[in-house]
């Protein structure tokens, strides 16, 4: 079977590729592994190749083994989405952690969810703490705001509600939709505090709320308006449902994997 950069040589007799592509297959045969990287994207999204997800996990594959670590969260993504290769939880995780352990935000915080929930590993909680902590302290959005959140209403961690929105305004300043919005509740609540509530289904189509939003009280002042009491709403899953893709809130890289959101 041809290599990915046979393939590409292949296709020049057939059609017109960019100077961009051209430069890519050059460096790549140089072994610049950017330049790999990246046709590992271009054969994956069919960006001015023909698309062929077998070749793409190839390329992912050989850069992950040398320890190049935005192949490895692409080839844990693979696995999971079943890019390539058929669906494997377990290999997702052991790609995470190596990405992890290698200082990558995005691995660091896709750990942080496989040990949360269980996937390829046992569930962990001090584990999944240990590690969203690390992606947050590198910058990680979606880590910044779980981070914030799990503070802001004492999930595993001590309630710190200064802390917490210290890391929603983290999260906010690089763009998270789901921080902004957050602030924004936090401070018109800071306004017109209510009583702590958990909403069941009986009172679900009355309230117009969804079965499990949870009022929670807390100390903090957000205004020197006076109130002495904080109330906080939680409307939305922490976590997406596919923390590797890229999302409309965050960098964006060409046509591939979001590697530091």
Known sequence: MNSPSENIKEQTTRQ?????LLAVQIETERG?????????????????VDKNEIDAFN???????????????ALAEC????????????????????AARRGDRVGQFNLSLNYEYGRGTEQDIKECLFWLEQAANNGHANAQYNWGYRHLMGE??????ALGIEWLEKAAAKGHQGAKDDLKEL?????????????????ESTCGLRTGDTYSPS??????????ALFFIRRRPRMPACPTRRTSNVRQTPNCFDPHS
Do not use: M
Not at 187 to 202: D, F, N, V
């Open 16 to 20: 017109s590729l960019s100077d961009d």
């Open 32 to 48: 610049n592994q950017d330049a790999q990287f990246h046709l590992g994207c271009c054969l994956l999204n069919g960006d001015g």
């Open 59 to 73: 390329c992912f594959a050989r850069l992950a083994l040398q320890n190049y670590t935005l192949a490895q969260v």
């Open 79 to 98: 696995y999971h989405t079943g890019i390539g290769r058929p669906k494997n939880e377990r290999k997702v995780f052991l790609w995470h952690k190596r």
């Open 156 to 161: 595993d961690v001590l309630r710190d509600i």
């Open 187 to 203: 401070q018109r609540a800071a306004q017109s505090p209510i009583s702590c509530i958990t909403i069941a289904p009986s009172c």
């Open 219 to 228: 100390p903090l002042k957000l205004s020197p308006t006076g109130n002495s």
